[in-house]
């Protein structure tokens, strides 16, 4: 293709308050329909707004680990426009000053996507549609949200999705936002242009709206790549609207022609002042932004040593990130502990609810250790985990209740190399015509009469030490 893509994204995120953003109605919008609601928020005439201190505090953290620069003072204006969640016929959002600008944030693969600006706004209300009518829910009227613009820096619709997964992480690590796509604490809208390689022009960007899940986006996206690449290679003219995806169907079709901010007649909002954003403020927001999600992910690949994709569960996972680090502090093999932990221990996990599991990382670790030093082998070391999951009961009690201790020593095993040897007459024959397939046929019949005891390293050099005796008898 001749084309490259050229993506920004706007976000937007419910900031984590107990109250509306300009009055003291609870945030929560899960309640029945229109409890949660006041004058203010309904937009009576005559109501005066007030400002939630703790969206602002909140708004200034995502600001901070955005890297974006924080204006000094800030104002709200009015968005105008008409639509039945919207009872005031604007909503009250900032433009020309908003709270921080110029950030960026940075992708596991090091590229940075520009953050345009952050702004503060509150949320309309909500259209439920029935058969032949529709109804209206005002709770959500007035809820915080912080709209995140990006550059149009995003090259590819996986990058797209990176952005997301990191962005979201970013808010949920802070404490800022709760980012569930589901219950709509985060949305998204895309805009998509496509234009030759070589021309310094961007194309005319289509709005894409109505994406319920990241992977939405990444279709949404993709569907809208093709299409206007197809537009552009028969000629068909590309108009600046805003499209839906429709995931069912697959595919993108026309919302209506996009709104140009004029249209909107923002003006300052008379009733908010202007707003000094005090330093102590930012100082004392610093406080909350800890590690990042990117640090976290750099700190488990370099100090770990662990692949790309395994950090990323852990960044991704912080309650297993945790669980993770506490046993590399018990037994000092991160490689090995990734991998029971990501293997079996996650199947346990996923299979019984996160809830249940009461095992602690050290005793976890614990387990691990006993399988690097062949005292468990890989079965029983399985099989402690699952008895001990929900019990986290002590490791040697079930070892030694379920006789699960490793046997190694060749005294131990001696029994039993040679039953399967002396039972097998015909798989030693095919093992000594060079089949290899025969050998493991032998560890399983060792195994089993020592009901998965042995060590199969050791069982294997045993039998094939007592056939090599056996040929040169012969
Ligand atoms: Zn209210």
């Not at 329909?33 to 009576?44: D, E, K, L, W």
């Not at 950030?103 to 590229?111: C, I, Q, R, T, V």
């Not at 996990?349 to 990382?361: A, Y």
């Not at 039953?419 to 019949?445: C, D, R």
Request: charged residues 30%; neutral net charge; glycine residues 6%.
């Amino acid at each position: 293709m001749n084309y490259q893509t050229v993506i920004g994204l706007e976000v937007h995120v419910q900031l984590k308050t107990k109250s509306k953003i300009f009055c003291s109605c609870p945030a929560d919008f899960d309640a029945p329909a229109n409890t949660n609601i006041c004058p203010v928020c309904c937009g009576y005439p005559g109501v005066l707004p007030v400002f939630n201190k703790q969206a602002l505090k909140l708004g200034i953290r995502v600001a901070l680990a955005l890297s974006c620069k924080i204006n000094d003072s800030i104002y709200f204006e009015r968005k105008n426009y008409f639509y039945p969640d919207l009872p005031k016929n604007y909503q009250i959002s900032q433009y020309k000053m908003p709270l921080g600008e110029k950030g960026y944030l940075e992708l596991p693969g090091g590229k940075k996507i520009g953050i345009t600006r952050v702004h503060l706004e509150e949320d309309a209300g909500k259209l439920i549609h029935k058969d032949n009518y529709s109804l209206v829910d005002l709770n959500r009227t007035g809820t915080p949200l912080l709209e995140i613009v990006s550059e149009p820096d995003i090259a590819d619709t996986q990058e797209a999705y990176d952005y997301l997964t990191y962005l979201k992480l970013t808010l949920q690590y802070i404490e800022a936002s709760d980012c569930d796509m589901e219950k709509g604490s985060l949305r998204c809208d895309a805009n998509i242009s496509l234009k030759l390689k070589e021309a310094a022009e961007l194309g005319t960007k289509v709005e894409l709206k109505n994406m319920n899940s990241f992977k939405g986006v990444r279709d949404g996206l993709e569907f809208e790549e093709k299409r206007q690449a197809n537009c552009l290679e028969t000629g068909e003219k590309i108009f600046q609207e805003t499209r839906l995806w429709d995931a069912e169907k697959s595919k993108t079709y026309v919302m209506r022609s996009k709104e140009e901010a004029h249209d909107y007649r923002y003006f300052p909002e008379p009733d908010l002042p202007d707003f000094k954003v005090a330093r102590e403020l930012i100082e004392e927001e610093k406080k909350h932004l800890g590690e990042q999600p990117l640090d976290k992910y750099r700190r488990f690949t370099a100090g770990y040593k662990l692949s790309g994709k395994d950090a990323d569960v852990f960044v991704q996972d912080s309650w297993l990130g945790k669980f993770f680090e506490e046993a590399c502090g018990h037994f000092n093999r991160p490689d090995k502990i990734a991998g029971w932990l990501l293997g079996p221990f996650l199947e346990h996990v996923n299979e019984r609810g996160r809830e249940s599991i009461k095992i602690t990382p050290q005793n976890f670790a614990k387990i691990i250790q006993l399988f690097c030093e062949d005292k468990l082998n890989n079965l029983a070391a399985k099989k402690v985990i699952a008895l001990c999951i929900n019990t986290n009961d002590s490791i040697e009690g079930i070892i030694n209740k379920e006789g699960l201790a490793q046997v190694s020593d060749s005294g131990g095993l001696r029994g039993f190399v040679d039953a399967a040897l002396a039972e097998n007459p015909k798989v030693v024959e095919e093992y000594l015509a060079g089949k290899e397939q025969a050998m493991m046929f032998l560890v399983g019949q060792v195994m089993k009469k020592s009901k998965g005891k042995a060590n199969p390293k050791v069982t294997r050099e045993m039998l094939e030490g007592k056939i090599k005796n056996l040929k040169s008898d012969k």
